[in-house]
C-alpha cells in the first residue's frame, strides 16, 4: 500500500516520506509532530489510534490530512478504507460453505474499528449458516505472526478445537499455520486457515494461504487523489471511498 502511495505520489509530483510506527502510538505522534514541524505538504495516516484525541490536534493545525485503512467515523477527514465488514463475511462464508461449524477467528484489536467489522461480518456468515456464535471462538492477539501462533495453539489445544480459523489479518494467519504444523496438524487437512490483507507474504508460504485481498493499488491512487486534492484547494468537501474486497483461494483451505 505504502508502495501505491509513493508511486502515484511520484506522478503527480510529489515526494513520499514513510515513517513506520508499528502501532506504537508515542512514535505516531512523535512523527506526526516532525512532519509537521518540518512543514510536510499533507500527511497521510494509517493510524493505530483507539480514539480520535491525536487527530483532533493535528487538524486544528490546518494541516491537508487523509486516513487510509482506518475509520474515523467522528470526525470530517478524507479517508479511503475497505469494507471490513464484507471481507470478514466473505471469509467466514468460504469456510461455512466448505462445510466447517467450528470456526474461530483471531482479531488484533477489537477496540479498532477495522477489527470489529472483519468480526461482525464473521459473525453475520455463521449466522446465515445457522452455526451459534460462541465467544470462545473469538481471540485477541497482538499484530504479528508470533501473537497469532501462541493464540492459535490456545484455540487448536483446547477440548474442542477449531476445524477452521480466520486469521483477521495475514501475519496472524501465517502464525496459525505455523501453530498447527508445531502441533503436528496438517493444513488445511486438520485446520482450514484464512487470512486478510493478500500480502505477498499469502503467495510464499506452504501451502499458499487463502486470504481476503484489499485492492491496495486503487486504496493508494484514490487517497493520493484526495491528499492533493485537499492540499491545491481542488476539493472543495471531504470524501469517504470504502472498496470492495475480494476473497483470493489458495491451499490453505479445504473441505471438512
Do not use: W
Not at 489510534?49 to 470530517?76: C, F, G
Amino acid at each position: 500500500m505504502a508502495r501505491s502511495i509513493e508511486d502515484h505520489a511520484q506522478e503527480l509530483g510529489y515526494s513520499l516520506v514513510i515513517c513506520s510506527t508499528d502501532n506504537d502510538l508515542t512514535r505516531e505522534e512523535r512523527y506526526v509532530n516532525v512532519l509537521r514541524q518540518k512543514s510536510a505538504d499533507g500527511i497521510i495516516i494509517a493510524t493505530g489510534a483507539r480514539n480520535d484525541a491525536m487527530m483532533k490536534q493535528l487538524m486544528k493545525y490546518k494541516l491537508p490530512v487523509a486516513v487510509i485503512a482506518r475509520e474515523m467515523p467522528l470526525l470530517a477527514v478524507d479517508t479511503v478504507l475497505v469494507d471490513d465488514y464484507l471481507g470478514g463475511y466473505l471469509a467466514a462464508s468460504h469456510l461455512t460453505g466448505l462445510g466447517h461449524r467450528n470456526i474461530a477467528v483471531i482479531a488484533e484489536d477489537l477496540a479498532v474499528m477495522s477489527s470489529k467489522e472483519r468480526v461482525r461480518g464473521y459473525r453475520k456468515a455463521l449466522e446465515e449458516a445457522g452455526i451459534p456464535y460462541d465467544e470462545n471462538l473469538v481471540a485477541v492477539s497482538p499484530f504479528h505472526v508470533e501473537g497469532g501462533k501462541a493464540t492459535a495453539k490456545e484455540l487448536l489445544s483446547g477440548s474442542n478445537p477449531p476445524s477452521a480459523i480466520f486469521g483477521c489479518n495475514d501475519l496472524l494467519a501465517i502464525g496459525v499455520v505455523q501453530a498447527a504444523r508445531e502441533l503436528g496438524l496438517r493444513v488445511p487437512e486438520d485446520v482450514s486457515v484464512v487470512g486478510f490483507d493478500n500480502t505477498v507474504l499469502a503467495t510464499i508460504i506452504d501451502p499458499p494461504l487463502t486470504s481476503v485481498a484489499q485492492p491496495v493499488q486503487q486504496m493508494g491512487k484514490e487517497i493520493v487523489q484526495l491528499i492533493t486534492g485537499e492540499i491545491d484547494g481542488s476539493k472543495p468537501s471531504k470524501q469517504r471511498l470504502v472498496l470492495l474486497p475480494e476473497l483470493v483461494v489458495r491451499g490453505t483451505t479445504s473441505a471438512v
